[in-house]
């Protein structure tokens, strides 16, 4: 096989993965429901993080920087598949006409955080092993 021929893959867009953030959410049979998770590319991701710069002033001179709390809020909006959080019945029921909301108002901590680790995950943002290692030392 030829060099080339290894790095002719399909894209990772088209990667998604089942995941159980709460046994809130069931279905009529009363098992839960996950939500289905995709993995984006790195043009995708350079894309959610130019739209999540902020500007400020440090000592007179402008400066750039990442909003990470947007930042997240957007590759979770990028990401998720199901539930639809751009939906305007679900952004309805949970007060707010922004999609970017919806799962900080649907979601407890502990959801939301288990849902933002599954994407970076995912998206090889973070080693199945190195969440092994945080598991042991927490």
């Given at each position: 096989?030829?060099a080339?021929?290894?790095?002719?893959?399909?894209?990772?867009?088209?990667?998604?993965k089942?995941?159980?953030?709460?046994?809130?959410?069931?279905?009529?049979?009363?098992?839960?429901?996950p939500?289905?998770?995709?993995?984006?590319?790195?043009k995708?991701?350079e894309?959610?993080?130019r739209?999540?710069?902020?500007?400020?002033?440090?000592?007179?001179a402008?400066?750039?920087?990442l909003d990470?709390?947007?930042?997240t809020?957007?590759?979770v909006l990028?990401?998720?598949?199901?539930?639809?959080?751009?939906?305007?019945?679900?952004?309805?029921?949970?007060?707010?006409?922004?999609?970017?909301?919806?799962?900080?108002?649907?979601?407890?901590?502990g959801?939301?955080?288990?849902?933002?680790?599954?994407?970076?995950?995912?998206n090889?943002?973070?080693?199945?092993?190195?969440?092994?290692?945080?598991?042991?030392?927490?």
């Amino acid at each position: 096989m030829s060099a080339l021929k290894a790095f002719l893959q399909p894209p990772v867009s088209d990667v998604t993965k089942q995941v159980i953030v709460s046994d809130r959410f069931k279905d009529d049979e009363g098992n839960p429901v996950p939500f289905v998770i995709k993995a984006i590319n790195q043009k995708e991701n350079e894309k959610l993080a130019r739209m999540s710069r902020k500007s400020s002033n440090v000592k007179g001179a402008p400066v750039e920087s990442l909003d990470n709390l947007l930042y997240t809020k957007r590759l979770v909006l990028a990401c998720v598949q199901e539930p639809d959080f751009s939906d305007q019945e679900m952004c309805k029921y949970y007060g707010t006409e922004d999609p970017l909301d919806v799962p900080s108002q649907m979601l407890s901590v502990g959801e939301y955080n288990r849902l933002s680790e599954a994407i970076l995950e995912l998206n090889g943002m973070r080693d199945p092993k190195e969440l092994l290692e945080d598991a042991k030392n927490s």
